[in-house]
């Protein structure tokens, strides 16, 4: 299963700085499984998903 990564206090700053610089909220996941890829028939059954339930998915392998 993923899980949010443990960053240091220094890589924790330095996330939190590029979150002021771009405006954006970011969340450090841990290395643990790689994205899967996936065919454009099964991204489209995600985003429609993702549109129903009002959430952001991401596939794992």
Do not use: F, W
Not at 11 to 32: F, H, P, S, T, W
Not at 40 to 59: P, R, W
């Amino acid at each position: 299963m993923t899980e949010i990564a443990h960053l240091t206090d220094t890589q924790l700053r330095q996330v939190k700085d590029c979150e002021q610089n771009l405006g954006v909220i970011m969340v450090a996941y841990a290395k643990d499984h790689p994205i899967a890829e996936l065919t454009d028939a099964s991204i489209a059954k995600i985003q429609a998903l993702e549109k129903e339930l009002g959430v952001i998915l991401i596939a794992y392998r």
